[in-house]
């Protein structure tokens, strides 16, 4: 069964620094693993995706994620925070050998940037 | 206009009312789905369907029916809900294998009273 944990539900950062989303993952095929956004009363918006090749997987807003086959990690980060980044973040993991195309979510990572 | 539409944004209904909440995706995906969203809990995949097959039905309670009428469209039709059924409901589409992301609509913000 594939399931997701992201660490921390809140993460507070100042302007300018490091963002770093931890998210580790269960799966019992290959993992294709995804980031998503999403902004208040907004829907979710992909930031990134991992299939398969490079490992270091670049996304939009300047994010950017690795994939880490023997931490089962998936963590996103950016170099230099901005306001604008305040939002909720979510790890996925594709669901397994069906077909189906389903997304099994973790619970999300509020993001609060600081000036 | 946007890929995955929902409407109405909002809608606020009481227990023995009858509603329905749509979504029309222009992606020319195969695949839609329903997703509900509640506070301090994760995304809860509630229905798949697939070319207009429901593909998975995640044991959710026979108040809630879904229904596909074509791959771009995709509704789900509520009656007797319960107060714990307030959240939003967010509709998604893609091309159905595991690879292809999710697209996602604004979802519908629903108050059972």
């Known amino acids: 069964a594939q399931s997701v944990t992201q660490l921390g539900s809140h993460v507070s950062v100042s302007e300018g620094a490091l963002v770093l989303l931890r998210c580790n993952y269960s799966?019992?095929?290959?993992?294709?693993l995804f980031w998503y956004v999403q902004y208040p009363n907004q829907g979710l918006q992909l930031l990134l995706k991992?299939?398969?090749?490079?490992?270091l997987v670049k996304g939009i807003n300047g994010f950017e994620a690795e994939f880490k086959k023997s931490e089962t990690s998936f963590h996103l980060t950016k170099p230099s925070a901005h306001m604008s980044d305040a939002a909720e973040y979510f790890c996925a993991v594709s669901g397994g050998s069906s077909n189906t195309g389903k997304l099994i979510f973790g619970q999300g990572t509020t993001l609060q940037v600081k000036p | 206009e946007t890929g995955v539409t929902q409407t109405p944004r909002h809608l606020v209904m009481g227990m023995t009312n009858k509603k329905s909440l749509k979504c029309e995706q222009h992606?020319?995906?195969?695949?839609m789905y329903w997703y509900k969203q509640s506070a301090k809990k994760p995304l809860e995949l509630m229905f798949v369907?697939?070319?207009?097959?429901?593909?998975e039905n995640n044991s959710v309670p026979s108040r809630f029916s879904p229904e596909c009428p074509n791959s771009s469209h995709l509704f789900l039709h509520l009656h007797t809900l319960q107060p714990e059924d307030s959240a939003l409901y967010l509709c998604?589409?893609?091309?159905?294998?595991?690879?292809?992301?999710?697209?996602f609509g604004n979802g519908t913000r629903l108050t059972v009273t």
């Open positions: 369907y697939n070319f207009k097959e429901q593909t």
């Open positions: 991992y299939t398969t090749g490079a490992t």
């Open positions: 998604a589409s893609s091309l159905g294998d595991r690879n292809s992301p999710l697209h």
């Open positions: 992606l020319g995906h195969n695949a």
């Open positions: 799966s019992s095929v290959p993992p294709y």
